[in-house]
């Protein structure tokens, strides 16, 4: 036999049992991004390198480390994406969306990175991201945090996952206290993790979530971001915190808290979980009012979040919180003896479909025994099986066996879809 090929490591294939919590999840994101007036944008999974390299940031983990890139048969540069928000920007700006206007946007899709494999951690991962251009006021910010605390309500998670918020102030800010705090850990530089003696050269500020002990102990007295941060940035965060409250929204302020990405400035966000071990962010997002010209466009504030589907789809499972509605269950199948009864059948499973859209009817195909038929059916797990036989075509009744009692009863083919639809 030949040898079979697997799966790329890290790169994993959802199978039948778990799409439905999938498409659970995906769904009501829909419902809830568009009750806010977010429209759905789709872009492509490959774009040039150099949108990530100057979009997301040189000296960042993924671009330093973490990105699929590979030379196109014309020598030109390629990167599969390793996150959504440079490439939304890249496609709202060439379409022209991004002029003198605000937008409402969310994407859904595959990322990659090349990471260390491990529980919610992936080669190939899934996000869902929300993005806004166009407001540069608090009042967007808070919305799209109220609009994450209503998905996590809907999913049943809000009480168990942790706002953390934190301002990281404008550009020039972070310059002068990346300064201060280069100047500061210099002196300690032989306490730190390799990591972060490398970080100090290119992106400090990452230096600040080192989860190295000897690192954390010097940092404790290291300079504050908080220190550093002016009036315009403060007004901003205790006008972001005033919206939250009135809208009941409980949240803890980590200072430490700073993210991965280059683009961020002002609030910055993470929803954080005590069940998904070291993995504990779900979603996480902040602002970025300097991007859109980073990228060449005219200068634009956004704000904006991404959530991962994978960590999201774990947590779901371990609180066991799927709906039963949820969960892909047979509910009708039907099976059929002779050549009439055979062609009765399809247009018994029809009018079901046709009268109950939310009906799963698994009609079975292939023929054989009653019996064989039979052992189908009680392997679907379906509530009920209809069984049609040339009798019954002849008399225009079916049999309906309710799989749960075994009773069975004949009903006229007329009034089956309503009697199955009550019942369910
Ligand atoms: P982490 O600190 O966990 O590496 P990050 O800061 O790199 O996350 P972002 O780039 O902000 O993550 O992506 C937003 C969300 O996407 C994360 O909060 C997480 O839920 C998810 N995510 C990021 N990287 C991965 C991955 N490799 N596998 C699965 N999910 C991921
Ligand atoms: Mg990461």
Avoid at 214 to 219: E, F, G, H, I, M
Wanted: proline letters at 2%; aromatic letters at 8%; hydrophobic letters at 40%.
């Amino acid at each position: 036999m030949a040898r079979k090929i697997q799966a790329i490591r890290g790169m994993n294939d959802i199978l039948p049992d778990q799409s439905s919590v999938w498409l659970y999840l995906e769904k009501t994101v829909a419902d809830v991004v568009k009750s806010y007036g977010y429209q759905q944008i789709r872009f492509p999974i490959v774009e040039n390198t150099d949108l990530f390299k100057r979009g997301v940031g040189e000296t960042t983990d993924i671009v330093e480390k973490e990105m699929y890139t590979f030379d196109d048969r014309n020598g030109e540069s390629l990167t599969l994406r390793p996150e959504g928000t440079a490439s939304c920007v890249r496609a709202a700006d060439q379409a022209g969306l991004l002029f003198n206007q605000t937008q409402r946007l969310w994407y859904t899709g595959p990322m990659f990175r090349y990471e260390r494999p491990q529980k919610g951690r992936y080669r190939q991962f899934h996000q869902i991201g929300v993005e806004s251009f166009g407001m540069g006021s608090a009042d967007i910010d808070a919305e799209l945090i109220i609009l994450s605390a209503r998905l996590w309500k809907k999913l049943g998670l809000l009480e168990h996952v942790e706002l953390q918020l934190n301002t990281i102030g404008l550009a020039s800010e972070r310059e002068t206290y990346k300064a201060a705090l280069v100047d500061y850990l210099t002196e300690f530089k032989d306490q730190l993790d390799e990591d972060s003696q490398r970080r100090l050269g290119t992106n400090p500020l990452r230096i600040l979530d080192s989860k190295d002990e000897s690192t954390q102990a010097v940092l404790k007295d290291a300079p504050n971001l908080e220190d550093f941060i002016g009036e315009e940035s403060q007004a901003h965060f205790e006008l972001l915190q005033a919206i939250l409250k009135a809208n009941g929204i409980s949240y803890v302020i980590n200072r430490r808290l700073v993210r991965g990405l280059d683009y961020y400035g002002k609030t910055v966000f993470e929803w954080v979980t005590s069940h998904l071990g070291s993995q504990a962010t779900v979603c996480a997002g902040g602002r970025y009012d300097g991007l859109v010209e980073q990228l060449g466009g005219k200068s634009t504030p956004a704000v904006g979040f991404a959530m991962g589907i994978e960590r999201l789809v774990l947590l779901l499972e371990t609180l066991n919180l799927i709906p039963d509605a949820a969960k892909f269950s047979t509910d009708v199948f039907v099976i059929s003896m002779g050549d009439d009864a055979e062609l009765a059948s399809f247009v018994l499973a029809e009018s079901l479909r046709e009268e109950n859209s939310n009906l799963i009817v698994l009609r079975h195909c292939g023929g054989g025994s009653f019996k064989n038929q039979m052992k189908k059916a009680d392997r679907s797990e379906a509530r009920f099986t209809i069984i049609l036989g040339q009798d019954e075509v002849d008399n225009g009744i079916c049999q309906v066996k309710d799989m749960s009692t075994g009773d069975q009863q004949s009903h006229p083919l007329a009034d089956v879809a309503a009697y199955i639809g009550a019942k369910l």
